[in-house]
C-alpha cells in the first residue's frame, strides 16, 4: 500500500522542469559523511536526493572534511529508505550491514574533445557550444550528459551542412570530468587563455534530453535583443528566455573572463529520476525530444554567430563566479 | 534515442492484463542454460523475460537437466541485453564477466499459516481462501504475492465482523514455498487428505495488487449460476468469469480431488514489470485498486461458504493437474 510520505520532492511544476532545488539537496550527500561524523557517526545511510520512487540509488559526488574522521557513507533508494523508516518509525531494530567497494583511483589522462567550423568573417571570433562527455558511473549517461553532446554535435553538423558558414567560428567543446571536479572545464580556461578574449559567447547543454523549453543567458546591455528575437522566431516548443546565472557547469569557468554565457533548459521534470542513477540509459531519450534542443541550439548558435555584432560582455562586476557544489 | 527494439512483449490489452504469455517466455528461463550447455555454451545470460525497460532484471526458478553440463545462467535486464545486442549487431566484440554468488541452501522448515472461521450451520464444510506467503528473493513480494495474502485476510476479516457467520468454515490458508516447487501447496493435500472431499470450494489470488476485472473457475454443471450471479450483482468493476484452468498454482493441487476451483484476476498489465525483480515492493501496491480484490474476494467467500447448496465438483475426467513450469 502507498505509504504516506511523499517520494518526490518536487512536483511537475514550472520548479521541476527546472531541476530546482537540486543543488540544495545534493548537500545532504556532499557534506553528509562528515557533518554526521562530527555528531559521532560511524556510518551515513543517505536517503537517495533523486526524485524517483525506484530501488535505484541516486548517488554523485561527496567530499570528507579535513580533520573529521572519514566514515563510510552510502545513499539508499527512496524505496529502501522509506521502508527503513517505516521500521524505526514503528520502534523495530534494524541491524545494517555496509559492504562498500567503491575507491577513488589516482587521476588518469582525460581530454576534452574540441572541433570547429571556421567562420567565413571573422574565423578568430568565437562561439563556444559545450557539453560534457564524462558521466556518473552507474548508468551509461545517455541524459547526463550524452543528450547535451548530441545537441552541440548535430546542430553544429546541421550548420556545417549548409552552403553558407556563419560569420565566426563556432567551436564545439565536449568536456572531460564535469562530475569529478570541472576539470575539462578549468583546463580549458588555462590551454585558451590567450583567446579568451576573442569567445564572443559560449553555450551549455547540460539539462538533459527533455523538450527544450528555455535559454538562460548572461550578458552586457542590450543583449536581451537577441535572446527575444531567437525565441519569438523559433516555433520548435514555447521557448522562454531569462537572464542570469553562469550558463552551465563547464562554461560557468568562462564567466571571470566576461564572456556572455547561455545555458539550454531542458524540460527537467523527469530528469532526476534517472540522474546519477543506474536509469541514466538511452531508453530515457526519445527522439522527437532530443530533436527540439538540437533545432533550439542550432539557432541560437547560428544567431550567435552571424550577428552583425557581438552580444556585450558580461560587466566586470558581476563576473564573479558562483561557487559550485557538485 | 529510442532504440528500434520493442521492450514490452505485450502491449497493454485484454492479454496483458491477463499476463497471457509469461508460462512459454518463462521456459526460456527454466530450461535456458541445459539447452544452452547441449548446443556447446559455457554460460547463458538470459534477456529477463519481464516487460518493463528498466535496469532491474527479471529472476525466478530455473532447472539443470540430468547428464548435461551446468553452466552458469544470470538475467540480465532488458535495457543491458538490448545494449549487448546493438554492440553486437555493429560487430563489437563484447567481453563478459559473469559474477554469481547465488547458490541454493539446503531445505529449512517452513510452515503454511491457516486461520478459520467456522461455519454457522455446516462448519465440517470447507471454502478455502488462499494466497502464498513467500516470494522470490530481489523484492519483498508487495506484488507477488502480499498482495493476494491481503485480499484473503480481509475478505476474511470483513466476513468475521459481521454478527451472522456464513453456513460453512471459511479457511484462510497463506501457503508456503509457492515459488521453489509448491511445496506448501503439495504439503497441504496430505496433511488434510481426510479432509478433502469436505472442501465444497477453493479459491487463490496470485495475480497481483491491481483492479480486479475478473474469476476464472473450474467446478461441474451448473456452477456458472453462481458465478454469473455474482458478477452482475458486484459493483466494484466490470467483472468478468471465465470457465477453466485450475485457479492457481497453490491450489491446483487440490484439482485431482474434484474440488471446484476460483481463481481471482487482478489487472496485470504492470505485474512483469516488477515480478520476480527488485521493484516488487510496497510502493507498487495502490490502496484503491487492492480494495477492488478484497471486495471480489469478501463478496465470492460469502457466496460460496452461504449457498444453500455447494457447486458441483469437477467431473472425474477433468482432475488431471496441468504441468506447472515456474
Request: hydrophobic share 40%; aromatic share 4%; proline share 5%.
Amino acid at each position: 500500500m502507498s505509504n504516506g510520505r511523499s517520494v518526490r520532492l518536487w512536483a511537475p511544476t514550472a520548479r521541476a522542469r527546472y531541476g530546482a532545488g537540486y543543488g540544495k539537496t545534493a548537500a545532504l550527500r556532499v557534506n553528509g559523511a562528515s557533518r554526521a561524523a562530527k555528531a559521532g557517526a560511524i556510518g551515513l545511510l543517505l536517503r537517495s536526493v533523486g526524485t524517483d520512487a525506484s530501488r535505484l540509488p541516486h548517488t554523485g559526488a561527496m567530499r570528507y572534511q579535513e580533520g573529521v574522521p572519514r566514515i563510510p557513507a552510502v545513499a539508499l533508494s527512496t524505496v529502501d529508505a522509506d521502508l527503513l523508516h517505516r521500521k524505526l518509525g514503528k520502534g523495530e531494530t534494524v541491524r545494517v550491514r555496509m559492504n562498500l567497494s567503491c575507491k577513488s583511483l589516482p587521476d588518469a589522462e582525460s581530454a576534452n574533445v574540441v572541433g570547429e567550423i571556421p567562420g567565413r568573417e571573422k574565423p578568430d571570433e568565437i562561439v563556444l557550444l559545450g557539453a560534457h562527455l564524462d558521466s556518473w558511473d552507474l548508468g551509461t549517461g545517455a541524459v547526463d550528459d550524452a543528450a547535451g553532446c548530441a545537441h552541440v554535435i548535430e546542430a553544429a553538423r546541421l550548420i556545417g551542412a549548409r552552403p553558407t558558414k556563419p560569420r565566426r567560428t563556432l567551436r564545439v567543446v565536449l568536456y572531460a570530468n564535469e562530475e569529478f571536479g570541472l576539470r575539462g572545464g578549468r583546463q580549458y580556461v588555462i590551454e585558451h587563455a590567450n583567446e579568451l578574449q576573442k569567445h564572443v559567447a559560449a553555450f551549455e547543454s547540460d539539462s538533459g534530453s527533455g523538450r527544450v523549453w528555455g535559454l538562460q543567458w548572461n550578458a552586457g546591455p542590450g543583449a536581451e535583443r537577441l535572446f527575444r528575437g531567437l525565441v519569438a522566431s523559433l516555433a520548435v516548443t514555447p521557448l522562454e528566455e531569462k537572464k542570469g546565472g553562469d550558463g552551465g557547469a563547464d562554461i560557468s569557468t568562462l564567466k571571470a573572463s566576461g564572456i556572455p554565457l547561455i545555458g539550454l533548459r531542458c524540460d527537467a521534470s523527469r530528469y532526476f529520476d534517472v540522474h546519477h542513477t543506474a536509469g541514466d540509459v538511452l531508453e530515457e531519450v526519445k527522439d522527437p525530444e532530443l530533436r527540439t534542443g538540437v533545432a533550439a541550439t542550432a539557432a541560437l548558435a547560428w544567431a550567435l554567430a552571424d550577428a552583425a555584432e557581438p552580444l556585450a560582455r558580461i560587466p566586470e562586476e558581476e563576473r564573479e563566479e558562483k561557487a559550485r557544489k557538485r
